[in-house]
């Protein structure tokens, strides 16, 4: 049981004026050498901040109130900053969602290369440089030694996450978090550059922990998912799993929600009322107020998340066997 | 950067022509040359005789333009009670009052800079609060307020500095300079720090809200990310951004300190441009004022332009599209 990444009981609070909210709720998952994690789920489900919460770097006021993050044996959350400095970007680096603000503008390419490895490792300007070169090449930056002394706003949105996802291979890290990487690109260079992410964590052996509300690039690029609602994991397992035969009520109205492109012009599935905020989140199962198999116990008891007799994934829902029979009759409809 | 400084050199001539235009008609409603010229004593006959030749009844634009001529080949008047001519008079005064003007913008560029910068990474501290309240308490006095204060404190009740005037200086190929001498260098003190007493809140304000600002980007992150030191984040990746904004204010606030200086070098008696311009008030030497108008005015833009010019140094989009 050695995994490179093993998230317990998490629990991320915001210190507000008018008291603590809690953001991340016991959230636990583990990810082992080259495995690549897909988080899901609507925009206020708490994937971006578990996923910063990992490198430690959540945005004031949040902190992280309980729970451990254990990276390659050794707890995350209890590390000094100059500890942490260490990690990040070292051996855990991040991939944000908008190439358009995550590049300095008054720094040349090369500089915010060649200073994120001066950072980790004792080399020289040129070494640093040379190595930039190789991982420019590897995300197909064409000319890169004329490139390195370019300004971002020199680059296309789509080059610019190239060059954010070089630097975030540069010091050969075992663990990616792309926070949605490709979102704010166009369509066309979505595909690019999650093929480009897929195929260098591959050719690498690094993990990946994938973070987005798209739920057909999850299916396509991670060998495992977890459904995150309101600060919770709802369901996890595999892949293939939870693509062909979702467990959740919620994870059902995901998928049922993506335009298959099947029957053109018909209305496309959505679930029924929003994400419930911090402030007020339901008590019981905070799903069951959009629930459509709901009963009276969501109302009161929190659903755990524990395996399901028959299945390989796990999912947090009283109505499970009413959720199967449903997906049963999904699949015989 | 060449087209880029092209435009802006002609946007400077634009403006400048508007200054003169302004001087021009104060001195055309206000001021009389002939009496500048002749005095008490001559008959009506005798000045009507010399206005005609002077060219004083020729329509406004044909004197305006001659004004400008006049004023292009350095040329800006009589000054009525020096009996020199203005831009002379001005020019032995301006040595003073820029000695004054760059110990004043080094003392808020010094401070500020820091000061920004430490108030920003620390909003809440106890220092911070200090440094915040102290700076509304510097923008909430009046310059000769605190020069008086600072008069009262430093020189008659400790003796430590001189009160008044600007101590012995050195003449330096024609300028006057009392930065090499020790008693020169004392006697700048309390002018200059009164003087940067009004900007040196105002830039601190503005560091710190800029580089808060930058703080908060995505780029920030971004490098806090890649496990950077705070030092480089702080100084380079946020302040480098910071000094963008900082540049374009501050060019135009230092050319506003030009305008402070009139009333700390009247409270000082510094004998600078500044001190000579409410002189000439009182005597109504109207070449005299209008000259100073203009000369400020020239000063104000040559200061302006620099500060566009280098702006396009820090940041890489202006550059880029100079050189297109």
Redesign the interface.
């Given at each position: 049981m050695d995994h490179l990444l093993e998230v317990k009981d998490l629990e991320v609070k915001f210190a507000l004026r008018m008291g603590d909210l809690t953001a991340i709720n016991g959230v636990s998952f583990t990810l082992d050498r080259s495995e690549r994690l897909g988080l899901v789920g609507e925009s206020g489900a708490g994937k971006s901040v578990t996923g910063f919460s990992i490198i430690n770097l959540i945005s004031k006021p949040g902190y992280i109130s309980g729970g451990s993050v254990i990276f390659e044996g050794r707890d995350l959350t209890r590390l000094t900053n100059e500890g942490m400095r260490h990690i990040r970007g070292n051996l855990i680096s991040m991939i944000f969602q908008d190439p358009m603000m995550t590049l300095n503008p008054v720094l040349t390419i090369g500089t915010q290369m060649v200073e994120t490895l001066q950072a980790h490792m004792d080399i020289s300007r040129k070494e640093a440089e040379d190595i930039s070169l190789e991982k420019l090449r590897k995300v197909h930056i064409p000319s890169p030694e004329k490139r390195l002394q370019q300004y971002p706003h020199e680059f296309s949105g789509g080059m610019r996450q190239r060059i954010v996802v070089a630097i975030a291979l540069l010091t050969d890290p075992a663990l990616v978090i792309a926070d949605e990487p490709t979102t704010a690109l166009d369509v066309t260079i979505q595909a690019e550059i999650m093929e480009l992410l897929l195929e260098l964590c591959e050719s690498e052996g690094t993990g990946l922990i994938l973070i987005t509300h798209d739920l057909a690039v999850v299916s396509q690029v991670t060998q495992k998912i977890a459904v995150m609602y309101a600060g919770k994991i709802v369901e996890a397992g595999q892949t293939e799993d939870i693509i062909d035969n979702p467990r959740h009520p919620y994870t059902q109205g995901l998928i049922k929600a993506i335009p298959d492109g099947r029957n053109p012009g018909a209305r496309l599935n959505q679930i029924p009322g929003t994400m419930p905020s911090l402030i007020d989140i339901p008590p019981g199962c905070s799903f069951h107020p959009r629930c459509m198999i709901r009963g009276d116990i969501c109302r009161h008891e929190s659903p755990a998340l524990k395996n399901i007799h028959g299945y390989r994934s796990m999912a947090a829902c009283h109505m499970l066997d009413t959720a199967e029979k449903q997906a049963g009759a999904n699949v015989t409809k | 950067m060449f087209a880029f400084a092209v435009r802006r050199i002609t946007q400077a001539i634009i403006v400048m022509l508007v200054i003169g235009l302004l001087g021009f008609s104060i001195k055309q409603k206000i001021g009389d040359p002939v009496r500048d010229i002749v005095g008490v004593s001559v008959s009506v006959a005798e000045r009507d005789a010399l206005r005609e030749e002077l060219g004083l009844n020729d329509p406004f634009l044909a004197q305006y333009v001659r004004f400008i001529k006049n004023a292009v080949h350095g040329d800006l008047g009589m000054s009525f009670f020096f009996k020199r001519p203005t831009l002379e008079v001005i020019l032995s005064k301006a040595p003073a009052t820029l000695e004054l003007v760059f110990a004043s913008s080094l003392i808020i560029i010094l401070l500020s800079i820091p000061l920004g910068i430490y108030t920003a990474i620390n909003p809440r501290n106890l220092p911070s609060r200090i440094i915040m309240g102290g700076s509304i308490v510097g923008v909430s006095i009046p310059v000769f307020l605190t020069a008086i204060i600072l008069i009262y404190i430093f020189a008659v009740e400790l003796h430590w500095l001189p009160s008044y005037g600007r101590g012995e200086t050195v003449n330096v190929w024609g300028w006057e300079s009392g930065f090499l001498t020790l008693d020169g260098l004392k006697h700048l003190i309390l002018p200059s720090i009164a003087l940067s007493s009004i900007m040196l809140p105002l830039f601190i304000r503005l560091i710190r809200s800029e580089m808060m600002e930058t703080l908060e980007?995505?780029?920030?992150?971004?490098?806090?990310?890649?496990?950077?030191?705070r030092r480089?984040i702080w100084f380079?990746?946020a302040f480098?951004?910071t000094l963008?904004p900082v540049i374009t204010v501050g060019g135009v606030q230092l050319g506003i300190l030009i305008a402070y200086t009139i009333l700390t070098e009247t409270v000082f008696q510094w004998q600078g441009m500044g001190f000579m311009f409410l002189e000439a008030v009182e005597r109504s030497d109207t070449s005299l004022l209008v000259a100073y108008i203009i000369v400020v005015g020239a000063l104000f833009v040559v200061v302006n332009t620099i500060v566009d010019l280098i702006y396009g140094l820090?940041?890489?989009?202006i550059r880029?599209t100079g050189r297109k």
């Open positions: - | 980007t995505e780029y920030v992150k971004f490098a806090w990310a890649k496990g950077l030191s480089r380079l990746h480098k951004n963008l820090v940041n890489p989009t880029i």
